[in-house]
């Protein structure tokens, strides 16, 4: 009755159909839990839903105890004795299969175990990065702060040596200028002591060839004569501190060089006077040139000092040296700030003297400060307290030609710097002469 009811069954087909149906349910399974992995992982590694895809491929990996619900609709309609029988029969064909796919599950599981083992170990070394960088963004921030107060502290080093050079440099130069006065204030005391002396051995030599007869009249003009020496010893640290270091004095002095080698004078027939030679710094330039000249003092430390550097220097009064001279005998009297030092009728018998032995061709050149910078005219003249008073510019020019003297030029010498005029019209240019002009001015005269 039974096999009345029932139709014939293909196995073969069945087992087929089975197969086919056990691999669609696997791929599906294995595709999912594949792909949810996959995503589950690179999305965030949700190890929950992996576990429960697990479950449930472990599920399909079991026998199935009854075959799928379509199987007992038509046109299957398959008892439940061949149900058993198939499920037996899959059980055991797919017996193999179940023990791979177990271990593949079991395999699955400890890999998920690993990775989220892994990815808490990521997760703690991550945490331990984070610290590590805190640590170093906080290690680099104090860097920082450390290198900026390095730096901070090298400025103001920095700054404290340039102040201890500064305060070194600034001390140096006190300490060279208190030796440079110690010095020039010895050297006018050594001098002041050895004028003292000279005159103190002439008065008690004059004294023991007189005894026990008075002094005679030119014993005592001898006495006097001396006199006018008291002096030199100071005006010689005076010359030191308010005309200048030799260098610059050499240095200003070197514009006339052109005007003797022009004269074509200097040699041994055309000699060259420089009377009041002071310190000697013309004469030193002047056989630097290879000229021949000689200068005259009143100064007696001076001669000393310009003899013992070679030069010939006679001690005496300039007009008196001049008398004693020929006519047409030198080739060019100089005289640097010196007639500011003689009165007006001295000075004209300078000059007249200066032409008389003048050889035709030579010159004479005076140089003086210039009245016409009145902080010079008005001031800083009178810091010489041997100085008479200030000659102007044209006037001595007139005075040099009315003695005899052709093509007279004024050279206005040494102006002051840093003028604060801008000399773009008359009234700038003015204001600038006045204060900022010329400091000395130099007459040239030439004898037909």
């Known amino acids: 009755m039974i096999e009345a009811n029932n139709f014939e069954i293909d196995v073969d087909e069945l087992m087929q159909k089975i197969r086919e149906e056990v691999a669609l349910r696997q791929n599906i399974s294995i595709g999912n839990i594949e792909m949810t992995c996959f995503s589950d992982l690179t999305a965030g590694s949700n190890f929950y839903k992996i576990e429960n895809l697990l479950n449930n491929a472990d599920l399909y990996s079991q026998v ?3 075959l799928p619900a ?21 059980g055991f064909v797919f017996k193999k299969q179940r023990v791979v796919n177990f271990s593949l599950i079991q395999a699955l599981r ?90 103190v051995t002439m008065f008690l030599e004059e004294a023991r060839q007189r005894l026990p007869e008075p002094f005679s009249k030119e014993q005592l003009e001898t ?26 004095i050499v240095n200003r002095l070197k514009v006339y060089l052109p005007l003797i080698e022009e004269a074509k004078v200097g040699t041994p027939e055309l000699p060259i006077l420089d009377v009041g030679c002071g ?52 080739g060019a009297v100089t005289g640097f700030h010196i007639i500011e030092h003689l009165s007006f009728p001295v000075l004209k018998r300078l000059l007249n003297e200066v032409v008389r032995v003048l050889k035709p061709g030579g010159l004479a050149i005076f140089e003086t400060p210039n009245p016409k910078n009145l902080a010079v005219g008005a001031c800083n003249f009178y810091s010489d307290p041997t100085h008479q008073n200030p000659l ?57």
């Open 279 to 330: 310190r000697g710094e013309w004469l030193d330039l002047l056989r630097e040139g290879g000229y021949t000249a000689k200068g005259l003092d009143l100064n007696r430390i001076m001669v000393d000092y310009c003899r013992a550097r070679g030069f010939e220097v006679l001690e005496g009064e300039v007009i008196s040296y001049l008398r004693t001279l020929p006519d047409l005998s030198l």
């Open 64 to 66: 199935p105890t009854e």
């Open 110 to 199: 400890e890999s998920a175990a690993l990775n989220q083992q892994l990815v808490e170990q990521v997760t703690i070394l991550q945490s331990q990065l984070k610290e590590t960088q805190s640590q170093l963004k906080e290690t680099q921030s104090q860097l920082k702060e450390t290198s900026e107060y390095l730096t901070a502290t090298n400025e103001r080093l920095k700054t404290t040596d340039e102040r201890l050079t500064a305060t070194q440099t600034a001390t140096d130069k006190h300490l060279r200028a208190m030796d440079e006065r110690y010095v020039r204030n010895d050297s006018y005391l050594k001098n002041d002591l050895a004028q003292q002396k000279r005159l």
């Open 223 to 248: 006495f006097v004569n001396e006199e006018q020496h008291l002096l030199d010893g100071f005006y010689i640290a005076f010359e030191d501190q308010f005309r200048g270091s030799r260098e610059d």
């Open 392 to 448: 102007f510019p044209e006037t001595i020019q007139f005075l040099v030609e009315s003695q005899g003297l052709s093509n007279v030029q004024i050279l206005y010498l040494n102006p002051v710097e840093g003028s604060p005029f801008d000399k773009e019209d008359a009234a700038s240019q003015q204001l600038h002469n006045w204060f900022f002009g010329p400091r000395d001015y130099a007459v040239v005269g030439h004898k037909l």
């Open 70 to 90: 379509k199987f007992n609709r038509f046109p299957f309609n398959i008892s439940k004795g061949i149900q058993r029988f198939l499920l037996k029969l899959y």
